[in-house]
């Protein structure tokens, strides 16, 4: 699979504009340069008529990658990703990039069918890192095949997420892209020694699939649990401290829903036993009045 850190290489068209520049942001009180933000590399990526610019920054936080995509008209769409979650997002783009190289032509669209309206997602993924979720889907309309690539940010507790911004990559220009995007990281991504982790993992329930996968940051190991259905998806964050706590309170619940429901069975045994003893009452009764009315008429 492409998330195997498996990397194609080969001469791209993508422009490199190396060498540190500064800029420097004013901070409220005028007291001086409170914020900082240093750019670190910059490419540029042209795929039919709209350009892609891949920026390395840095600030007090860290360093972190901006995606803006500029459309013939001049309208531009950005992105935001660590670098952490830049190196999984070009892992994706390679399982993206397989999957489009196994695709056979493309089908006509229906004739009733708006000129730009996309149809459902040739293949969807989606990753989320703390307050940020990234929705990934290879669609295709009437210009062609595409990844668009859609990010939210939520705001925190009540205020819900920002509407978020979306670019939308051509197919065919995926492969320049993601050699862009792994050289930026390759020169410029955070050197630290991966931490060992246990495999993640999935269940299916019904038209439901629970993934279990474990990642670390600054905060320490944690263990995200995705709910996905074909209309919804949720996670979960736990961190690892809590882990054996969580494990023990699904233990525990499910103990005890296991002697409720061994009691729900017992009882519906001792009801049916009871209506069969009843009926069985009452077929002896009907039977035992039935010979005495045949014996009173013989009698007669």
């Known amino acids: 699979g492409g998330r195997s850190g498996r ?6 068209g993508a ?6 520049r500064q800029r420097q942001r004013a901070g409220w009180c005028g007291a001086g340069l409170q914020h900082e933000t240093q750019e670190l ?5 042209d ?3 709209k350009r892609f610019y891949l920026d390395v920054k840095q600030n007090a936080k860290g360093r972190f990658l901006k995606i803006a995509e500029v459309g013939a008209g001049g309208n531009k769409s950005r992105l935001t990703l660590s670098m952490s979650v830049a190196v999984e997002f070009r892992d994706y783009l390679g399982d993206f990039i397989e999957h489009y190289a196994q695709l056979g032509p493309s089908q006509p669209p229906d004739l009733a069918q708006a000129q730009d309206e996309p149809r459902r997602a040739l293949k969807s993924e989606f990753l989320v890192r ?8 290879l669609k295709e309309n009437q210009r062609g095949r595409f990844l668009r690539i859609r990010q939210t940010v939520n705001r925190g507790p009540g205020l819900g997420s920002t509407q978020g911004q979306t670019i939308a990559l051509p197919a065919q220009g995926l492969i320049e892209f993601r050699d862009a995007l792994a050289k930026l990281i390759d020169d410029y991504g955070v050197e630290e020694e991966p931490a060992e982790l246990p495999e993640g993992t999935s269940l299916t329930v019904d038209n439901k699939r629970f993934f279990f996968d474990v990642g670390s940051n600054k905060y320490g190991v944690f263990m995200r649990v995705s709910e996905v259905k074909p209309t919804y998806r949720n996670s ?5 401290k809590v882990w054996a706590k969580f494990g023990h309170t699904f233990c525990k619940y499910s103990e005890e829903m296991k002697k409720i429901q061994e009691k729900q ?3 519906r045994a001792a009801c049916e036993q009871l209506h069969q003893q009843q009926q069985q009452q009452e077929e002896t009764a009907a039977a035992t009045l039935l010979l005495q009315g045949e014996e009173e008429g013989e009698e007669d």
């Open 7 to 12: 990397r194609r290489r080969r001469g791209s």
């Open 15 to 20: 422009q490199h504009h190396g060498g540190p």
């Open 41 to 45: 590399a910059s490419k540029r990526v």
């Open 47 to 49: 795929i039919q008529n």
């Open 130 to 137: 703390e307050n940020r979720k990234y929705y990934m889907d």
């Open 236 to 240: 979960i964050t736990v961190p690892y």
């Open 265 to 267: 069975r017992e009882k």
